[in-house]
């Protein structure tokens, strides 16, 4: 009995040795070495943090499209504001210097990248070797609004995203693609019934809940965590694009049906006033740029936007929107330098401020000012003959980028509330006679300008 207690108790001590053996291991390991490795590992030339799953994702991710030649970029916005934080650092870094994993080791679902869709020259081998090196990606495809203009080319599909994941990490891949108006778009990213939904959590993706438009970022290459990728040169305005980058496409169908009804003129003084209303638009939107002022397609531009998908030709003018507050003191003059002399400006800047610029061959611009209550917005107008004000009323609005004209440019979100407020429910059906005073449906007297300031809010040139 005694023997077979020490063989026990031998065989206790064995086992309580070899567990506190390993306890001291693993305490050396994940506790005494993150504590005191720092220098250590500097000495040693080890790294901290590139075991982790996101990077190692991104490491084979950029390999692989680099081997193919697949010019893609850093879009994330999370990684790109940790960028823009150590933007210095970032310039400064070569290649495998790194002794810490700063930015694609941050916790995450998704890294975001995107390539521009006319530089990508072998989509379908690229996507085979993706899948064979251990990506398993989805790719979504939509029709392309470029050509839903076209009866003969509407329905062509053309690839928007794709979504490739490695052990838990995955990699949005948005695909830009080349608009009219110099710019960038990307797509909605549609969940179709085939779809798995539980192959990412899709609704913490950044990009794809509605399509964007981007100005063409100027790429510089870096290196971030010893990798060496392409980034935006300007990683704060491509930031600050992202909120706001919502873009609605022209109604082409609905557009082919009200010329059906209605037929276009195609006479040649609508066809110059088009011409005429396009420069006058194009001049208006690169001063406004260069100001830093946001503006969009208001009134009867905006009309025409949304019914016909052009130039109302019997509209005779130029519209646009401008809240108060991007009101810029040097407006006048920047439009003046530009070849646009003012015709009349009415009301002031604290209220109904509206201004008009003459433009060739007699075609208007005129700018309404903005200014926001606690449930609607509203711009004012104003007689000259009488100094009657008036007041438009329009239920609250934000703005999304479109395609018009062949340049990208802002509108109302929510167009048909926009529209319906000015011209009612009837707004499908043209009219050709117009008083600012009385047809609006949202219009309604507000005062009249005091004699005394009549000089100051009546300007006639």
């Known amino acids: 009995m005694s023997r077979i207690n020490k063989n026990v108790i031998l065989a206790l001590l064995t086992l309580t040795s070899s567990a506190f053996l390993l306890f001291q291991l693993y305490y050396y390991k994940h506790y005494l070495s993150a504590k005191n490795g720092a220098g ?33 970029f850093l879009i994330d916005p999370l990684i790109l504001e940790l960028i823009n934080k150590n933007f210095e650092q970032v310039k400064n870094a070569s290649h495998g210097s790194a002794s810490e994993c700063k930015f694609f080791c941050v916790p995450r679902d998704f890294t975001a990248f995107a390539l521009q869709y006319h530089l990508w020259k072998n989509e379908e081998s690229w996507f085979r070797i993706a899948e064979n090196t251990g990506f398993q990606c989805l790719k979504f495809e939509s029709k392309d609004p470029r050509l839903d203009g076209i009866d003969s080319l509407s329905g062509t599909e053309i690839p928007l995203h794709y ?42 993706l950044k990009f794809g809940r509605y399509p964007g438009a981007f100005d063409r970022p100027e790429l510089q290459q870096v290196t971030i965590d010893g990798l060496e990728v392409l980034i935006p040169k300007d990683p704060m305005h491509f930031l600050e694009e992202i909120p706001h980058s919502r873009f609605i496409e022209c109604r082409y169908k609905e557009a082919r ?41 208001s009134s009867g531009t905006c009309l025409g936007w949304y019914r016909q ?42 209220d109904s401020l509206e201004l008009s610029f003459q433009g060739k061959d007699d075609v208007k611009l005129d700018i309404f000012f903005f200014y926001e209550e606690t449930d609607y917005m509203w ?20 703005l999304c980028w479109t395609e018009f004209v062949d340049m990208k ?39 009249v300008w005091p004699i005394s300031e009549w000089d100051e809010v009546i300007q006639l040139y």
């Open 40 to 72: 250590l590992s500097k000495s040693k030339g080890s790294r901290i943090g590139f075991d982790g799953t996101q990077w190692r994702t991104v490491k084979k991710f950029i390999m692989l499209t680099s081997s193919q030649n697949v010019p893609v």
């Open 163 to 204: 979504i490739c994941t490695l052990a838990s990490h995955a990699v949005h891949l948005v695909v830009f693609h080349e608009r009219s108006g110099n710019y960038l778009w990307h797509g909605h990213l549609r969940l179709k019934g085939h779809i798995d939904r539980k192959f990412v959590p899709f609704r913490k």
């Open 257 to 297: 049906a009200f010329f059906q009804q209605y037929l276009d003129d195609n006479t040649v003084e609508a066809m110059a006033f088009r011409k005429s209303a396009k420069e006058l638009l194009q001049l208006a939107a690169k001063t406004l740029k260069k100001l830093g002022v946001r503006f969009w397609l």
């Open 309 to 350: 998908c052009g130039i109302i030709p019997y509209s005779k003018d130029v519209d646009l929107g401008i809240f108060i507050q991007d009101y810029k003191s040097d407006i006048i003059s920047a439009f003046q330098d530009a070849g646009l002399p003012l015709k009349h400006k009415f009301g002031k800047v604290e």
């Open 379 to 398: 711009n004012g107008g104003t007689q000259a003959k009488t100094g009657k004000k008036f007041k438009y009323l329009f239920p609250k609005f934000t």
């Open 409 to 447: 440019v802002r509108v109302p979100c929510e167009t048909i509330e926009y529209i319906e407020a000015n011209y009612g429910k009837t707004w499908k059906v043209p009219v050709r006679t117009w008083d600012w005073k009385r047809s609006p449906h949202n219009v309604q007297p507000n005062g």
